[in-house]
């Protein structure tokens, strides 16, 4: 049994060594509204609960309700740090059920953005990240290369957080006028901004003394727990849905899967930077690749997709963000569900911090790279 | 308004005496001939005219009728197949026998539906495989469908196998009564995933470790994914103890917002949107087809 019972935090406070600490929600290193229920011997964690839901929307609910074009908007307001790829999950989910072929132009275009977008979600996770465990220039330096990529997609879709990017079947539009020279210029000054933070952290002592050694988790428990992206790579396991099960078109591009050793916070700091690298290599190539040609394909004026049901998958920032779809051949969905990656991480949560410091559960939450927005739909 | 029909009248009387003079040569035609021969003249035209639409309609049908039947063809759209010769399948159907009740493919996704009670021994199995060891459970949901009486929900179970590259769903229908097995033994992922199932659709996963809800308070009542749940703000007894009374200067906020149509862009709480439902007004338009 995990529950912790709050009602008796006075009687374990006085009567035993063990003491029950409420962090959040409102802490700022739970990264949103997490309240994470910590029973301390000392300062060491015996045991803790996690209490989410405070931004549950009942998103799948309100999808059952809307038309399938009307729903995409709802995904980007999920992991809103990531909403280029969450809407396009929504909508390839939809096309493949549909059968609508693409053009391979949307689908580059799609492959550049979700990249960049990859890589805004993975250094707003090396700012905050670095900022619980108290490395505060990094913040700054990460928060500034993101600003380009959120000046990018600012010029592509109006918006810089909740998009809205990809229409069922295509885009909204096509690249704008000089699309490619930003997309070029960021990548081309990336690197050398990635190598700053390595010179700021993976040798910093302080980094590598509060990374190090902390929330160890192993290959097969990360399996068993069920841990996908990044935390699960940084276990050593090579699974990437972008490898496993292509999707728009990263069939085409060569890119490395980064593994991880130990499976500890500072593996998976090394892997989310060596995806950043492979994400440019991607971006890279699709620029070079990108075909001429329409980016809409035609889609019914009414959306219906057959009647049955689907499961769809792309690989988040976070790690497998899954979309199953039950269609009764109406308009409407029948059901909708979201697999959330974060929740799913933030399950092993427990298992990592049991024998830890307090301070370590903020290094812990910040390597899982959690989005309340996602895991409370 | 005496006037009014009058008006009307009067250029009427004065025409028939108009026309025929105009139209004189059929030499002295009685009014009430002339009427018939109008009369007659309408009925042609018009027998004309539908002759011509049903020409034109008759010459249209045939290239809209053309596309018509591929539109209908898609509308029906794949359906699922029998999948019972896939490989896992028959190995399925080898161990478990009358367990494995129905399998399907729909779009190249394999779909297995079991016996409530084996769900526990074919997860075993599965993620013990020697080919394909479905090691991850990628996801527990549940669908609700009502018009089924004895077995209201689907328990969906998304599994892939890592090595093999392989995913495969399983199904069990089941009641509220009823439950499920849990399957938090085999993959310890399931844990959340279960509470959450339970949480939003009440189904019970029996030994399953902490079953509790997951998003919603521990107090609250009622399933929200079920469809009989309604898509709007609901008042009961968590709300009533645990939002804030409304006091008058806010009660007179809202209304000043009510009168600007302004309570639904901007809600700095909860409470105001109840009071809006209160009020019978329609939060979410649920009939926009």
Not at chain 1, 92 to 110: D, F, G, K, S, W
Not at chain 1, 168 to 178: C, R, S, T, V
Not at chain 2, 256 to 272: K, T
Request: net charge negative.
């Amino acid at each position: 049994m995990h529950q912790i019972e709050v009602a008796t935090t006075q009687e374990t406070l006085y009567d035993s060594p063990e003491m029950v600490l409420n962090m959040g929600p409102q802490h700022p290193s739970t990264h949103g509204v997490l309240r994470v229920i910590l029973k301390l011997d000392g300062e060491t964690v015996i045991d803790l609960d996690c209490d989410i839901g405070y931004l549950h929307r009942g998103m799948e609910k309100i999808c059952e309700n809307r038309l399938y074009p009307q729903i995409a908007p709802y995904w980007d307001r999920l992991d809103y740090i990531a909403a280029v790829s969450n809407g396009l999950l929504w909508v390839e989910t939809v096309e493949q059920m549909l059968a609508l072929a693409v053009p391979p132009r949307a689908h580059y275009i799609r492959t550049v953005l979700t990249e960049l977008n990859r890589i805004a979600s993975h250094l707003l996770w090396l700012a905050t990240h670095a900022l619980d465990i108290g490395a505060f220039t990094v913040l700054l330096w990460a928060l500034r290369e993101r600003e380009e990529i959120l000046k990018i997609f600012e010029r592509q879709f109006g918006a810089r957080l909740t998009c809205h990017a990809w229409r069922i079947g295509g885009m909204p539009n096509d690249a704008y006028e000089g699309f490619t020279e930003d997309v070029q210029r960021f990548i081309d000054n990336f690197p050398k901004r990635l190598a700053e933070y390595e010179t700021m952290l993976s040798e910093n002592r302080i980094w590598l003394g509060r990374t190090v050694g902390i929330g160890v988790i192993s290959a097969a428990d990360a399996v068993a727990i069920g841990l996908t992206g990044p935390p699960l790579r940084g276990s050593g396991v090579a699974y990437d849905v972008r490898k496993a099960r292509p999707y728009a078109a990263y069939a085409d591009m060569e890119f490395d899967i980064p593994l991880g050793e130990n499976g500890d916070t500072y593996d998976r700091y090394l892997v989310r930077l060596e995806e950043m690298r492979q994400s440019r290599r991607i971006i890279q190539q699709a620029l070079t690749k990108m075909p001429d040609g329409p980016v809409n394909a035609k889609v019914p004026k009414i959306i219906k997709p057959p009647v049955g049901d689907y499961y769809h998958s792309i690989e988040g920032p976070k790690g497998e963000l899954g979309c199953y779809v039950v269609s009764d051949g109406s308009s409407r969905p029948y059901r909708v569900r979201v697999r959330p990656p974060c929740l799913i991480n933030l399950q092993a949560l427990r298992q990592m911090c049991v024998g830890h410091l307090v301070a370590d559960v903020v290094a812990i939450i910040g390597t899982l790279d959690i989005v309340l927005g996602e895991i409370d739909r | 308004m005496t006037d009014e029909p009058n008006k009307p009248d009067s250029p009427d009387a004065g025409e028939p005496p108009a026309t025929p003079t105009q139209n004189a040569p059929p030499a002295a035609e009685t009014p009430d001939e002339r009427k018939a021969r109008l009369i007659a003249e309408a009925k042609t035209r018009v027998a004309a005219t539908k002759a011509a639409a049903t020409a034109k309609g008759a010459a249209t049908p045939t290239p809209a009728g053309t596309p018509k039947a591929p539109v209908k063809k898609k509308e029906e759209g794949p359906k699922p197949t029998d999948a019972a010769a896939h490989p896992l399948v028959k190995k399925l159907r080898a161990k478990f026998n009358e367990d494995i009740i129905e399998a399907s493919e729909f779009l190249g996704q394999l779909s297995v539906r079991i016996a409530t009670a084996s769900i526990g021994a074919v997860c075993d199995f599965l993620k013990h495989g020697a080919e394909t060891p479905f090691d991850l459970l990628c996801d527990v949901t549940c669908v609700h469908w009502p018009e089924r009486a004895d077995t209201p929900f689907e328990v969906v179970y998304n599994l892939y196998s890592i090595k093999a590259n392989a995913r495969v769903r399983l199904k069990v229908w089941t009641s509220e009564a009823e439950g499920v097995e849990s399957v938090t033994g085999v993959w310890p992922t399931a844990n959340w995933l279960e509470r959450e199932v339970y949480d939003l659709f009440g189904v019970r996963f029996k030994n399953h470790p902490d079953l509790r809800r997951l998003l919603l308070p521990p107090d609250w009542q009622g399933h929200p994914l079920r469809k009989e749940y309604p898509l709007k703000p609901v008042e009961n007894e968590w709300t009533r103890k645990h939002l804030p009374p409304f006091d008058a200067v806010q009660q007179e906020q809202l209304e000043q917002r009510r009168a600007y149509g302004l309570e639904i862009l901007s809600h700095p709480d909860e409470r105001r949107i109840r009071e809006i439902f209160i009020a019978g007004r329609e939060v979410m338009p649920l009939d926009r087809k």
